[in-house]
Structures are given as structure tokens and as C-alpha cells.
Nanobody
Framework: QVQLVESGGGLVQAGASLRLSCTTSGPTVRYYTISWFRQAPGKEREFVASIWRGRTTYYADSVKGRFFMSRGSNRNTVYLQMDSLKPDVPAIYCC???????????????????WGQGAQVTVSS
């Protein structure tokens, strides 16, 4: 099974930036769709962003224009750059991956078999 490892979470103030990394032990990101989902206590897990097979990015409306996904020079790493962070309750950001996700399904968490443990992000006001 493919392992995904997130890093880069932390506590920041509103307006600041944070970059999360997701490194996979399996397929290179060129052939693998990786997405970020987040979940706050008591809330449903929600889609944040996706990079489909290493080339096309998709974002939730709530983060569009502030969050950006990209591939690293390392073939197995993607980044989620989060700018202009808004104050919110702490949330766990998880990266998820799969080789079989089609473009129209990138936002569906059920389409991913591989999940990381998550990284906590807290934005204070």
C-alpha cells in the first residue's frame, strides 16, 4: 500500500502563509492524483485542493485564489501553499492519493484509497 506523509502544519496568525507537503512512497505524482481534505472537530471532512496526475489543479471555492498546489522537484512530493489564511478552528489537513481518480471525481473523498495521517493547522485571529 502507498504511504503518504504530510508535514508543515502548525499555528499561525490570520493573514499569514503556511506550506504543507505530502510525500508518497509509491507512484510518482505524474501518474497519481493527490488531493487535500480537511476536517475540523464536529464537521464533515471537506475537499480543499487537488492536483490531477501531477498537472491539473482544482480548488474548493473557499480557498480559490489563496491556496495553490504544486509538484516538487522531488517526483514524489506535492505542496499546498496556503496564503492569506483566515482565522478558524483547528483542522486536520490530510492528503489522499489514488491512481484511478478521474477528473470529474477529484473532489470525492471516497475515490481515494491512500491517506496520510494528517497535519494540524491552526489559524489564530
Amino acid at each position: 500500500q502507498v504511504q503518504l506523509v504530510e508535514s508543515g502544519g502548525g499555528l499561525v496568525q490570520a493573514g499569514a502563509s503556511l506550506r504543507l507537503s505530502c510525500t508518497t512512497s509509491g507512484p510518482t505524482v505524474r501518474y497519481y492524483t493527490i488531493s487535500w481534505f480537511r476536517q475540523a472537530p464536529g464537521k464533515e471532512r471537506e475537499f480543499v485542493a487537488s492536483i490531477w496526475r501531477g498537472r491539473t489543479t482544482y480548488y474548493a471555492d473557499s480557498v480559490k485564489g489563496r491556496f495553490f498546489m504544486s509538484r516538487g522537484s522531488n517526483r514524489n512530493t506535492v505542496y499546498l501553499q496556503m496564503d492569506s489564511l483566515k482565522p478558524d478552528v483547528p483542522a486536520i489537513y490530510c492528503c489522499a492519493g489514488d491512481t484511478g481518480v478521474i477528473v470529474s471525481s477529484v473532489r470525492g473523498q471516497r475515490n481515494y484509497d491512500d491517506w496520510g495521517q494528517g497535519a494540524q493547522v491552526t489559524v489564530s485571529s
